[in-house]
């Protein structure tokens, strides 16, 4: 957990260069290419995570740990698209929303069960929190 940690959160530029975009849409667009880089990655192993979870205490305390630090890391995301937009929602109601759609069963149905490229994943993602967190 710790390496997971520590390497999502703290090591990967990819997600400061994502908080420090200057407006909201532009974080959007990186939030989806960094979902789409890290699900590129590591999308099967965390489905193979996920799925043991349910019958393996060790490994359910890993999933716990990856997603309530994917929640952290939303809740950072929707503090610094709130200063940047107005939000449909609350910070919490975006760092939820963040969380649910970036998660990697999401990129594995699109990319491996549907045949999509991941590029059209990302474009898709972009425009799915866009519409979902930003009011116009």
């Keep these: ?70 929640l952290a890391r939303s809740r950072t995301s929707a503090e610094r698209l709130a200063a940047k937009a107005t939000l449909r929602t609350s910070v919490p109601g975006a760092a939820h929303t963040l969380w649910a759609l970036t998660v990697p069963e999401l990129y594995v149905l699109h990319v491996t069960q549907s045949g999509r490229r991941p590029d059209t994943y990302q474009h898709w993602l972009a425009d799915l929190l866009t519409a979902a967190l930003l009011a116009h």
């Design 1 to 70: 957990t710790e390496i997971y940690t520590l390497s999502l959160h703290d090591a990967l530029p990819i997600w400061q260069e994502q908080l420090d975009a200057p407006t909201a849409e532009r974080q959007l667009q990186l939030i989806a290419r960094n979902a789409r880089r890290i699900n590129d990655r590591a999308g099967h192993l965390l489905e193979l995570v996920r799925a043991t979870a349910a019958r393996d205490d060790e490994i359910a305390a890993l999933w716990r740990d990856i997603n309530n630090e994917r």
